[in-house]
């Protein structure tokens, strides 16, 4: 079982780099950040199976295939703003990692502005036919 794997690498990491904070603090951020980047690698593979699935599922219900990219670069964002924010906290800049998160929030409002652009003409086209 993968996820069994990834959880002893994040608690192993996770023991070594608080045991390595008091003599090198810079180490124990470098093996958080190779640990973390370790268990991103490994599921990639599932990943890209799982949005392959997505995908072939969102085009055989019809919905537009700009949709689906706009779904995949949100995910996209999130997932790398989540893991950039979290290691940045780890290393003590919290106000850093706030304007990762705003940035990153900030990134999906644009990234969807299409889409909602879709949406608002959709509405306005069925409320000036009723």
């Known amino acids: 079982m ?3 794997g990834i959880c002893i690498i994040g608690i192993l990491a996770a023991v070594m ?21 370790l268990m991103i690698l490994s599921v990639i593979k599932n990943i890209l199976l799982t ?13 537009n295939a700009d ?10 964002i999130c997932f790398l703003t ?8 780890e290393a003590g800049m919290l106000s850093l990692a ?6 990153g929030k900030v990134t999906v409002l644009i990234t969807v502005l ?3 652009r879709d949406i608002i003409a959709a509405i306005a086209s069925m409320v000036s036919t009723s």
Not at 51 to 63: A, D, K, N, V, Y
């Open 98 to 103: 706030t304007n990762i998160s705003f940035a």
């Open 2 to 4: 993968e996820i069994f």
């Open 17 to 37: 780099a608080l045991l390595l904070r008091r003599q090198s603090p810079q180490t124990a951020l470098l093996l958080s950040v190779g640990a973390g980047t």
């Open 114 to 116: 299409p889409m909602f």
């Open 67 to 76: 949709y689906i990219v706009i779904l995949f670069k949100v995910l996209g």
């Open 82 to 89: 989540e893991f950039t924010c979290d290691t940045v906290t």
């Open 51 to 63: 949005t392959q699935s997505i995908s072939q599922l969102l085009q055989s219900s019809g919905i």
